[in-house]
């Protein structure tokens, strides 16, 4: 009995966790030794990025390859593909280079730009054994322009001064009397060489391309004034060191994040980025130098050496904020952090946090007024979080005698957040007055007393720029959108569109790498090129990581890219104009410019020839020709189009619409098909300037996706108890048909009872795609055959378009219940739109909606006055008229 309880204690006993690196760019290799370690803590990077960590059970003293894979596999195949796309988007990616098969071949791209001089600043405080291995690890940094200084903060000795004169040659000492952590790291500014300041402590091992993945981002991207870097920790050799990593980590992810603020939103910044430690942590942060001529230097009554016990760092990340500048979180910037080995040592630093982060509130509320209420009630939440989070731990956790720890947390945060602990960082400034009376200020330290007004805004603060790139051109700094609050990005690749994505740029540039990381997490798989054969696809490394099997779930092989149609048919594009002549024009050169081997005729049809501005324009361009329609409506022109046109392809678009010269061909490839009836095509906005476009776009926009769809009869039978969707497959903004449906007797004509010179406005587009679909024929949209498309740029044109739209909505359903007598429409017109606009109407009394009011109000004006305006056009006799009475 007694040998058997022998044998069990081992078991209960502490058992410490070994922290590794492990590197996928190199095979991977069993692990042994590991003697005495319940867990191997892994730093998973690729090409030296870290993409993630693992931790895995020791056994026997071992851990296999196989073992290491599977779990990187299943906790990282994300990660490892987004850093294989990064390093392919870091150069011109011709068709082919990312295709899936050859993901693992694409070479590791390098920033190979200038670089700038850095120092790197230790501030240290009689501890010569910890600064001596910090140290070292300085000695083995991968930079060539390094500049490193230590400052000496009120030390009770010179043994700093001979360990550093003595063994770092290269490392300057810089002794300050002031004591206080933000005194040394004011002194390092005023001392340093570098444009960039790099700060760390001295109890840190700093990684050898810590100071150049620092460099890159500040080299790259001018508008970045501060970062925040990784902190691992260096052991886990201890309870106390694994305590502290699993409830006080410094770690902040793997992933870079882009920080900064919207002036114009009118949002509080301590109400979205109070919470500053999520940032990082001063024991790896960097600042341009000429950062603080603008907003100040670190302030000596805050961190420790003072009665405040911390929160310097927490603070200039709120102010560098506040100010209006970026800080950025880049994982590839990597100290680790010697955590404390005991636990009264973690006690201490525990029983700190609560006055840094109470100081940090008191310093921000004083500085900026009008942040006062969000900073309380930030204050609040803290305590509300913190004690609750305590008292958990404190009922569940009993190991280790964590409960100790936990038990001085909930001190920390009771006794420090008082109404008497309120006037500890005033006292704190006193203090600092009193040593800078004794000493002097460090140069010209200035802390501004700001007001917290906000600087002028630009003048197109409502704008969103619209902005296309190409992948098969290297990604280049994105500077003409300062003017803009955020900008919209089609992504082209080869003359294939792939998708876009929005940045809140909030008035600055998008340097290359952010607009990588929002490719990336816009786009994903997308981005990635597959082959012809749909499902799902492996992917896998050719090294011994290739067991590293994960798949991608998109297929961006366009329609227009797998068939093609004969050149021998002949296309007709049929240009509907209503007296835009700068727009007729743009609108031409891009058709004349068109690469097609095929022959192409092109028709304009003016709808409004009294005020004849198209005739001018027409005649800069001989082979296009012009018809004149005195009669309003797109429908009459279009159907006078149809019949009159050549081409065994019809393709219909407005004039304010532009395109790229290979659009011709990818829209009319489908019909290689002879099931292929109507092909749609994308519509992108042209550009986003007015109040009236950007909210066209937010609510109701052209574009129908990046992905092709195909539709056909089954899909249309398919519905048996709602409407089918037919307006979410195009609109006659760019779409192609095949002129024989023109002649087929359950076709036709599109509807002219639907046209615009009547009540019934322009219910023609979807009428037509629902007849043709019904009858068992195929409608494709094809998103690679963008154009862009200039939206209503003032309101009252837009409110017009909503108030037609909402009438021919319901002009629509009315048309195939009567004609078609499709009984699914009446769900629509009877249970779904009333409940829509009920909806919305509860959310807008909640305050829970924001679409505009005035367009809530003309929907369903324009919803009720639908079945009046079909029964006035019916008796005007138009096409189906007499079928409807």
């Given amino acids: 009995m007694e040998n058997d309880q022998n044998k069990s204690a081992p078991d209960t006993l502490f058992k410490p966790i070994k922290v590794i690196d492990i590197e996928l760019s190199q095979p991977l290799k069993n692990i042994d030794c590991m003697y005495g370690y319940e867990f191997i803590q892994a730093l998973v990077r690729f090409h030296g990025t870290p993409i993630g960590s693992v931790k895995i059970p020791v056994a026997d003293g071992y851990c296999s390859t196989s073992l290491l894979n599977k779990n990187i596999v299943i906790k990282h195949h994300q990660a490892i593909v987004r850093h294989l796309l990064y390093d392919g988007l870091m150069m011109p990616s011709q068709p082919g280079d990312l295709h899936i098969s050859r993901l693992f071949d694409i070479p590791h791209a390098a920033y190979n730009g200038c670089l700038p001089l850095v120092t790197v600043a230790v501030c240290t405080r009689n501890r010569t054994a910890d600064l001596a291995r910090c140290l070292d690890s300085l000695n083995h940094l991968s930079y060539p322009s390094l500049d490193i200084l230590v400052v000496d903060n009120a030390p009770n000795d010179t043994a700093t001064e001979q360990l550093v004169r003595t063994k770092y040659q290269g490392v300057r000492y810089i002794h300050e009397p002031r004591p206080g952590l933000n005194w040394a790291r004011n002194r390092a500014i005023t001392e340093a060489r570098g444009e960039i300041i790099a700060y760390t402590d001295d109890d840190v091992v700093v990684d050898p391309g810590w100071v150049r993945a620092v460099a890159e981002v500040f ?106 500048y970026m800080l950025v979180y880049e994982p590839r910037a990597i100290v680790r952090h010697c955590h404390r080995r005991d636990s009264a040592q973690l006690r201490a630093q525990i029983a700190t946090w609560g006055t840094g982060f109470q100081a940090y509130l008191v310093r921000s509320a004083l500085a900026y007024p009008d942040e006062r209420f969000a900073l309380i009630r930030l204050g609040l939440q803290k305590i509300c979080y913190g004690c609750i989070r305590s008292l958990l731990f404190l009922l569940i956790r009993k190991i280790y005698n964590t409960q100790n720890v936990f038990q001085t947390e909930l001190q920390s945060m009771v006794t420090h957040h008082t109404l ?47 902005r296309t790139i190409d992948l098969s051109r290297p990604l280049h700094a994105l500077t003409d959108i300062t003017d ?23 008035h600055k540039s998008v340097g290359p790498a952010r607009l990588r990381d929002a490719l990336i997490d816009s786009l994903g798989y997308k981005l990635l090129e597959t082959s012809n054969t749909p499902g799902l696809y492996p992917v896998q490394s050719a090294a011994q990581a290739a067991l590293v099997r994960f798949y991608s779930l998109s297929e961006d092989q366009t329609m227009a890219a797998r068939i093609k149609l004969s050149p021998d048919i002949p296309v007709s594009v049929v240009v509907r104009t209503y007296g835009q002549s700068n727009s007729l024009r743009d609108c031409l050169r891009c058709l004349v410019a068109q690469e097609s081997s095929r022959h192409v005729d092109i028709t304009v049809v003016n709808n409004s020839p009294a005020l004849s501005p198209a005739t001018s324009v027409i005649a800069e361009f001989p082979d296009v020709v012009l018809v004149n329609k005195f009669r309003n409506g797109r429908v009459y022109a279009c159907n006078k189009d149809f019949m009159v046109g050549k081409g065994d392809i019809i393709i219909v678009i407005d004039d304010t ?25 994308n519509v992108l906005p042209q550009e986003l300037e007015t109040t009236a476009q950007i909210l066209f776009e937010k609510h109701f926009g052209q574009r129908r996706g990046f992905e092709p769809i195909e539709r056909d009869g089954d ?16 609109s006659m903004t760019n779409v192609a048909f095949r002129a024989a449906i023109f002649n087929h007797p359950q076709i036709g004509l599109t509807d002219e009872m639907l046209s615009t010179d009547i009540p019934v406005s322009c219910g023609g587009d979807p009428y037509l795609f629902y007849r043709v679909l019904k009858t068992g024929y195929t409608l494709i949209y094809e998103p690679s055959a963008f154009v862009w498309y200039k939206y209503h740029r003032d309101v009252r044109s837009l409110c017009r378009w909503i108030y037609h739209y909402s009438k021919e909505y319901v002009v629509y359903h009315l048309t195939t219940l009567i004609c078609d007598r499709d009984l699914r429409t009446l769900p629509e017109l009877l249970i779904k739109i009333p409940k829509t606009h009920f909806r919305r109407f509860i959310q807008r009394l909640y305050g829970k909606n924001k679409y505009p009011l005035t367009f809530f109000i003309l929907e369903a004006i324009g919803n009720v006055a639908g079945p009046f305006a079909l029964l006035r056009s019916v008796r005007y006799g138009k096409c189906k008229g007499k079928e409807l009475l």
């Fill in 484 to 506: 803009y609050n955020h900008v919209r990005i089609f992504v082209t690749r080869g003359g294939n569109l792939l998708g876009m994505t929005d940045i809140a740029n909030y």
């Fill in 420 to 466: 008497f602990d309120l006037f500890r960082y005033r006292k704190a400034r006193r203090t600092a007055a009193e040593i800078e009376n004794v000493f002097g200020p460090v140069n010209q330290i200035r802390i501004p007393e700001t007001t917290g007004q906000q600087p002028a805004v630009p003048y197109k603060s409502n704008a969103i720029a619209v």
């Fill in 219 to 324: 080299a790259e991207d001018s508008e970045v004034a501060a970062l925040v870097g990784l902190v691992v920790p260096y052991e886990l050799e201890t309870d106390a060191q694994i305590l502290f990593e699993q409830h006080g980590s410094f770690g902040r992810g793997f992933e870079r994040k882009w920080y900064h603020i919207n002036r114009e939103s009118g949002k509080k910044v301590a109400s979205i980025y109070g919470h500053t430690g999520r940032f990082g942590t001063g024991a790896n942060m960097a600042y341009r130098r000429k950062l603080f001529d603008h907003i100040g230097f670190f302030d000596p009554a805050l961190d420790v050496g003072t009665v405040t016990n911390g929160g310097g760092d927490l603070e200039m990340f709120f102010r560098v904020l506040k100010e209006g």
């Fill in 657 to 681: 619409v532009t395109m790229p010269a290979d659009w011709l061909e990818k829209l009319v490839a489908p019909f290689a098909r002879s099931d292929v009836m109507i092909v749609a095509g």
């Fill in 715 to 730: 899909w249309f039978k398919s519905f048996q108890r709602c409407a089918v969707p037919v307006w979410d497959l195009g």
